[in-house]
């Protein structure tokens, strides 16, 4: 059998690599890093950097993302998860923000910066006051609505015993009708479809 | 089972023959002129080809040009951040050809340069690594054929039929044999401390893609993939290294891996609480939902796969699959699930895979409604979309696994439908 363990492949990672690569923020705050932002300054950040695509307030340019106000949709027909909506972690939002915006330029914002917008955002969404400072400090106090309503995936309780049955195989339906027709909607690209080339 | 001199096929047969009246099922006609295809010189017969030297690395047939991912414009704001879709039904068995492999991006492709390729294991290890490139091929390798389902595949389609082929409707998902190094070496390479429960895997694309996965997923099975099919892996399908993550939902097949972080909570980033939850009708949300579902289609006929030849005998096909083991079993229905029928597998099954099926029978040139039911390893019976409705409402988005069905028609062309 092949050897298992200890290879004594790779090196060490040094502090300064380590730091480099690991951004990462949880919801406990692991990871934030000193600095603080109000939500003025936050403003005047995301006018110039996140309004062309998110809009002024949040509310979404066309088909890029909205990230602000849906409350109370979540269990109508049309939900519109949002940050202050449906996201149930602060930490998220900061760490998404630092790590991956604005799209196109990445990790471009000091941590001053993702701090500033993402007070403004909590601002949007009627989560803080217009003058609220996030800081590492005072991330903790900062607590987002729909935090509770997430819980673990429960498809082995709800699903998978119902849908173990054994199956009918004769004479399982009385009759069948067409409830619904994708050719009435017309949405395929050119070409996709109806065996087009 | 499906042989066409089966006893219950004949049944079938002598069924439908009684309400249809007088099918009988004939050979062609015969050719009143003889066939030019045959009876003249053709150019490569005559004239000498391209030579060894003129394809490098070869490429399909002129005539398959039309075997190409696809992408939806309007399904998403930007290309960069968006999916393509494998053409399943030109293809068969159960390998799909690299160049076909549908993609999912979410800051475009990254263009890595294996010579700077670093991976990293840090956090609540004994001592944080960086691997080289070829410090990972040192490693003992294992190969493993899996599927790889994008969590959003049949997604577009939970408030009823909406785009016209399987390509669209079920294409977020290839299958391709991955070679690499069990995560679980490079783990113990660092020495996971006792208090880890869980790792985030990073990429190092503009998306930082990160997901957390438990630790017990990570030492079981996962890979740390260089190679599908054999050869490196395709940029956009993560190259040089990509987290493979079997039977569990695409998103956390993290590409171009970069960093694996062990921690004792998991981190709750961005693909695992905006994206990746999935919204029930009381307005909670299912969070952590990894594995796929057992679930199938029929590939061939389909709206994109016309029967092209008129009533007779002919071969239905189509692929089933599941995250939770095998696929033993697929029934099909013609009826639209009056009757069902064992279709039969063919191919190699291979834990957490695509598995091929398909029914052999005599279409008597009659409409059909065309469905496939998959049945997994454990026991568990694809649901039908309905039922999985009773249970998630239409707004969850992800991991919808319901039965699909084609309405084919006398003339051979099939469309996405819902019915009764």
């Known amino acids: 059998p092949s050897r298992e363990g200890d290879f004594g492949l790779g090196r060490a990672a040094l502090p300064e690599e380590v730091a480099a690569w690991d951004i990462d923020i949880r919801p406990d705050g692991q990871g934030l890093p000193e600095g603080s932002g109000d939500v003025w300054t936050g403003e005047e950040l995301f006018v110039e950097q996140c309004a062309m695509c998110h809009g002024d307030f949040g509310e979404g340019a066309g088909r890029w993302p909205q990230l602000a106000m849906g409350q109370g949709t979540l269990e109508g027909p049309d939900p519109v998860k949002t940050v202050g909506s449906y996201w149930p972690y602060l930490s998220t939002v900061w760490d998404y923000v630092h790590r991956a915006m604005p799209f196109g330029n990445a990790q471009s914002l000091s941590p001053d910066e993702v701090y500033a917008i993402t007070a403004y955002i909590l601002y949007l969404n009627e989560v803080v006051e217009d003058d609220f400072v996030l800081s590492r400090e005072s991330f903790a106090e900062v607590t987002m609505p729909n935090e509770d309503n997430f819980y673990m995936d429960d498809r082995p309780e709800v699903e998978l015993a119902r849908f173990s049955e054994a199956p009918c195989m004769e004479a399982c339906k009385d009759g069948v009708e067409i409830t619904m027709h994708a050719r009435v909607l017309d949405v395929t690209p050119e070409g996709g479809g109806d065996g087009g080339g | ?420």
């Open chain 2, 1 to 420: 089972m499906t042989d066409t001199r089966d006893p219950s096929r004949r049944g079938f047969l002598t069924g439908a023959l009684a309400i249809g009246g007088g099918f009988v099922a004939a050979r062609a006609g015969a050719e009143t002129a003889p066939d030019p295809a045959i009876t003249e010189l053709q150019p490569w017969q005559q004239y000498l080809g391209e030579g060894v030297d003129a394809r490098p690395y070869g490429f399909p047939s002129e005539h398959e040009a039309h075997v190409v991912r696809r992408n939806v414009p309007w399904l998403t704001a930007d290309a960069t951040s968006s999916v393509n879709f494998t053409p399943l039904h030109e293809l068969d068995g159960i390998i799909t050809p690299n160049g076909l492999c549908f993609e999912r991006h979410h800051g475009g492709i990254a263009e890595l340069d294996p010579g700077s390729y670093r991976l990293m294991i840090n956090g609540l290890v004994d001592s944080p690594l960086v691997f080289t490139m070829q410090d990972l091929l040192r490693f003992p390798r294992e190969n493993r054929v899996h599927f790889l389902e994008c969590a959003a595949n049949s997604g577009m389609e939970w408030r009823g039929a909406q785009l016209n082929g399987c390509q669209f409707t079920h294409g977020m998902i290839h299958n391709v044999m991955y070679t690499g190094v069990p995560l679980r070496l490079l783990l113990e390479e660092a020495g996971v401390r006792t208090s880890a429960a869980w790792i985030l895997a990073e990429g190092a694309d503009a998306s930082g893609m990160t997901r957390s996965i438990p630790l017990e997923k990570a030492l079981d099975d996962c890979l740390v993939a260089f190679k599908m099919n054999g050869e490196a892996l395709r940029p956009e399908q993560g190259y040089p290294v990509r987290l493979v993550v079997p039977g569990w939902e695409g998103n956390m097949w993290v590409k171009w891996l970069r960093r694996i972080e062990v921690g004792d909570q998991p981190w709750h980033h961005r693909e695992e609480t905006s994206k990746y939850t999935d919204l029930l009708p009381d307005g909670r949300a299912r969070r952590f939902t990894w594995e796929m579902d057992a679930k199938s289609v029929i590939t061939s006929p389909s709206p994109q796969a016309p029967i092209p030849h008129g009533p007779g005998p002919m071969v239905l096909t189509g692929l089933a699959w599941s995250g939770r083991g095998t696929i033993p079993r697929v029934d099909v229905t013609l009826d639209g699930g009056v009757t069902w029928t064992e279709a039969r597998m063919s191919g190699p099954s291979f834990d957490k895979s695509l598995h091929r099926f398909y029914h052999d029978f005599v279409w008597d040139g009659r409409p059909m409604l065309l469905q496939s039911r998959a049945h997994d390893s454990t026991g568990y019976v694809q649901p039908t979309k309905d039922a999985l409705r009773e249970i998630r409402g239409e707004n969850s988005i992800y991991h919808n696994n319901g039965i699909q069905t084609w309405a084919v028609n006398e003339s051979g062309v099939a469309e996405n439908v819902e019915i009764s």
